[in-house]
């Protein structure tokens, strides 16, 4: 799965910068040119790294960094400040609100690229590891080999994406609709019944050499794999 990064930055130029670099190292992203819509693309999908300009019309990337922190869904996104305040008080300010890191323009853009991989493979490490462990159930995305307690477990391409997406972000609730965008891609069209009929498939799966039901159904929300 590639991660996937929303940028929330109103100059073009630098939006276009970050959009280009980002995407040769085979992440997928979103942009926003405003608070308010960066707000909407990530209600829309739970991303997996925010770059938040402070100075966005609407609603600042202060008070988006406020809000995203005090919702359960998204508290745990890394958020990246990039912002022309150069201030300690400010850098302090942005952290302490819950930034991730804090990155002042201008900026190097291959530094900006190495301190994305790094807040990734700190917060994130699913998503840069080759072997997943999550319970008793591993996952090797060279090999695209499952096991659960040591037995093999033998998955069809779309449950292994499934199963790789969940592990991603353990214990967490992702409805039809984020399972269809995150594992099938927003240009596909399925319908969200054929996300239970997957989550059917990769049930009986893993649970073929034993052991209880590992993916939990949340009435009204969705579905979370557990995380132990």
């Given at each position: 799965?590639?991660?996937?990064?929303?940028?929330?930055?109103?100059?073009?130029?630098?939006?276009?910068?970050?959009?280009?670099?980002?995407?040769?190292?085979?992440?997928?992203?979103?942009?926003?040119?405003?608070?308010?819509?960066?707000?909407?693309?990530?209600?829309?999908?739970?991303?997996?790294?925010?770059?938040?300009?402070?100075?966005?019309?609407?609603?600042?990337?202060?008070?988006?960094?406020?809000?995203?922190?005090?919702r359960p869904q998204t508290a745990n996104i890394p958020i990246m400040m990039?912002?022309?305040?150069?201030?300690?008080?400010?850098?302090?300010?942005?952290?302490?609100?819950?930034?991730?890191?804090?990155?002042?323009?201008?900026?190097?853009?291959?530094?900006?690229?190495?301190?994305?991989?790094?807040?990734?493979?700190?917060?994130?490490?699913?998503?840069?590891?080759?072997?997943?462990?999550?319970?008793?159930?591993?996952?090797?995305?060279?090999?695209?080999?499952?096991?659960?307690?040591?037995?093999?477990?033998?998955?069809?391409?779309?449950?292994?994406?499934?199963?790789?997406?969940?592990?991603?972000?353990?214990?967490?609730?992702?409805?039809?609709?984020?399972?269809?965008?995150?594992?099938?891609?927003?240009?596909?069209?399925?319908e969200a019944r054929t996300v239970d009929v997957h989550i059917g498939r990769?049930?009986?799966?893993?649970?073929?050499?034993?052991?209880?039901?590992?993916?939990?159904?949340?009435?009204?929300?969705?579905?979370?794999?557990?995380?132990?």
């Open positions: 799965m590639r991660p996937f990064i929303v940028i929330a930055e109103d100059e073009t130029s630098v939006a276009e910068l970050l959009r280009y670099n980002l995407e040769a190292l085979d992440y997928k992203t979103a942009s926003a040119t405003d608070g308010e819509e960066a707000l909407l693309l990530i209600e829309e999908r739970v991303p997996d790294l925010v770059i938040l300009d402070w100075m966005l019309p609407k609603v600042s990337g202060i008070e988006i960094c406020r809000r995203l922190r005090s990039l912002t022309a305040k150069t201030e300690e008080a400010d850098r302090i300010r942005g952290l302490e609100t819950g930034a991730d890191d804090y990155i002042t323009k201008p900026f190097s853009i291959h530094e900006l690229m190495a301190r994305v991989k790094a807040v990734l493979r700190r917060i994130r490490p699913a998503l840069v590891e080759k072997l997943i462990t999550v319970g008793d159930i591993s996952i090797n995305r060279g090999t695209y080999q499952v096991t659960r307690n040591g037995e093999p477990i033998e998955l069809g391409p779309t449950e292994f994406r499934l199963l790789d997406y969940f592990a991603q972000h353990p214990g967490r609730v992702f409805s039809r609709e984020q399972l269809l965008d995150g594992v099938w891609g927003s240009d596909v069209f399925v990769l049930r009986k799966a893993l649970m073929s050499k034993g052991g209880d039901n590992p993916i939990r159904t949340v009435r009204s929300a969705g579905y979370s794999l557990k995380s132990g």
